[in-house]
Every structure is written in structure tokens, then in C-alpha cells.
């Protein structure tokens, strides 16, 4: 059974920068398209980002707008990990960021930020920043 762990968040002033992973075991990432969200406190969890699967021929990543140009989602099939690289990092990015993978590989970033066929999510990891 497919099990995600995200991993790599913190404390982190103004401006600077983060890695967050999402590793997974039990089965593989490649073949399934995977999203990030995250949740600020007092307010609803929203998608981040996403990652189209390898097999899927439209290929492509998705960001919300708050987040565009600043953030970068990745895969390591190797490694079988999505990682979100966080850079230029505001205090309104403050929150638990979560990982999540659809329960079939049909689904697409567009299915997966509107949060159809997800059935797998990650404890998240939390990220603050702070002066």
C-alpha cells in the first residue's frame, strides 16, 4: 500500500528558501501524478503544485498563482520522491504543506488540485516563516 512522508520543513526567515520531499514507499510514484497542498491556520487547504505522471504525453506541472516563480516541483524516480523547492519565501507561505497521489493514474494535475481521486496524503510538514 502506497504511503507518502513529507520531510524538509522548518523555520525560515523572509527571502530565504526550502526542500521539501515526498517520499514514498510501498509503491511507485512515477506512474501517478502527485500534488502538494498546504494549510495555514485558520484557513482551508489549497493546492500548491503538481506534477504530471511520467507516462502522461500532455506532461506539465502546475502552480497557484501565489506561489508562481517562486516554487519548483520535481520528481527523483531514482529516488522515488516529488520534492517542492521553495524559494523567495514569504510569511504567507506559512503553513503545513502536504503531499497527496491520486488512487489511479488517469488522474491529472487539473483532477488532483481540485482534490478528485486523491486517496493518499502524506502527515505534512511544517513550514514557517518568521523574522
Known amino acids: 500500500q502506497l504511503q507518502l512522508v513529507e520531510s524538509g520543513g522548518g523555520l525560515v526567515q523572509p527571502g530565504g528558501s526550502l526542500r521539501l520531499s515526498c517520499a514514498a514507499s510501498?509503491?511507485?510514484?512515477?506512474?501517478?501524478?502527485i500534488g502538494w497542498f498546504r494549510q495555514a491556520p485558520g484557513k482551508e487547504r489549497e493546492g500548491v503544485s503538481c506534477?504530471?505522471?511520467?507516462?502522461?504525453?500532455?506532461?506539465?506541472?502546475y502552480y497557484a498563482d501565489s506561489v508562481k516563480g517562486r516554487f519548483t516541483i520535481s520528481r527523483d524516480n531514482a529516488q522515488n520522491a516529488v520534492y517542492l523547492q521553495m524559494n523567495s519565501l514569504k510569511p504567507e507561505d506559512t503553513a503545513v504543506y502536504y503531499c497527496?497521489?491520486?488512487?489511479?493514474?488517469?488522474?491529472?494535475?487539473?483532477?488532483?488540485?481540485?482534490?478528485?481521486?486523491?486517496?493518499?496524503w502524506g502527515q505534512g510538514t511544517l513550514v514557517t516563516v518568521s523574522s
Open positions: 497527496a497521489a491520486p488512487s489511479t493514474p488517469v488522474a491529472n494535475c487539473v483532477d488532483v488540485v481540485n482534490y478528485r481521486y486523491l486517496e493518499v
Open positions: 510501498g509503491g511507485a510514484l512515477d506512474y501517478l501524478t
Open positions: 506534477i504530471t505522471a511520467l507516462s502522461d504525453v500532455r506532461g506539465g506541472t
